[in-house]
């Protein structure tokens, strides 16, 4: 079966992105993924739906219904759907603040309701985010104050072990295609079985999930200054551009057709945060 749905088709939505993770605001979503493979992303997110609630359908058939929550990183979801006045999607990825700030609320269950109560001081600046109308630093600001809002607390830089750092950078320097498991392990003097161990027990994915991620973030700022599609996937490493397309799909919900030079296409406004 065929995927059906999308956000709202790309009409009306506004992308807030920074080097890693992005602020997604949108009239409506709906992604049904049928009998595909179900989706899943190595972030924490933050749904809120100002009017009416958010419907998702787990892997194992359990069904939520809320008006705001927190997902957990690597929660299959098989559909998410939103209607009504207003969608809000914060993805905060491993190996951001955010993400460790949250992480302790998700350490019982990897999915947990929020009270859209929690959100209502902020109505004012969601609404001229969803506008495209907040600057780059405006956009972080209020990235911070939605963390807060959640978990009470801002978010705070999550060490890691050393050799992880070294696993991260090296990776974030690469093509996608030069990011194997044994290449990483050489470059911070490890062995793949010990790097593989390390990094899963700190940042909860694989190296290749983490790499594929990092590609699409490095595509993005590409792809959205206009450079052909097709090009800039072979430039980050991607084997061909129909491989970028279905992990920058997985990580978004619409293609990056929908994303060429500053401002909108298809319905869709990028912009970049401070």
Not at 215 to 227: I, M, P
Request: net charge positive; proline share 7%.
């Amino acid at each position: 079966m065929r995927e059906k749905g999308g956000p709202n088709r790309g009409v009306g939505v506004v992308v807030y992105y920074w080097p890693r993770g992005f602020l997604y605001l949108a009239p409506s979503f709906a992604v049904d993924r049928g009998d595909h493979r179900p989706t899943r992303r190595p972030s924490i997110r933050l749904m809120l739906a100002r009017a009416g609630d958010i419907e998702i359908e787990l892997v194992d058939g359990t069904c939520i219904r809320a008006s705001a929550l927190l997902m957990g990183p690597e929660v299959k979801r098989r559909r998410i759907v939103a209607e009504g006045k207003g969608f809000v999607l914060l993805d905060l990825p491993l190996s951001t603040p955010e993400h460790g700030a949250l992480a302790p609320l998700l350490a019982r269950d990897p999915v947990r309701l929020v009270p859209a109560a929690s959100f209502a001081t902020l109505s004012p600046d969601l609404d001229r985010a969803a506008a495209g109308a907040l600057g780059a630093q405006e956009a972080s600001a209020l990235r911070r104050e939605l963390v807060q809002a959640v978990g009470g607390a801002g978010p705070e830089p999550r060490p890691h072990d050393e050799r992880v750092q070294a696993a991260l950078a090296f990776i974030d320097r690469h093509r996608l295609e030069d990011t194997s498991l044994e290449r990483v392990a050489a470059a911070v003097h490890l062995s793949p079985d010990r790097l593989r161990h390390l990094f899963k027990e700190q940042l909860g994915c694989t190296i290749s999930h983490y790499a594929r991620t990092a590609a699409v973030w490095r595509a993005l700022s590409q792809w959205a200054h206009g450079e052909p599609l097709t090009a800039v996937a072979h430039d980050v490493g991607f084997h061909d551009y129909a491989h970028s397309h279905h992990a920058f799909r997985e990580m978004f919900g619409f293609p990056p057709s929908m994303l060429k030079g500053r401002g909108v296409r298809g319905g869709v406004k990028l912009i970049r945060g401070g």
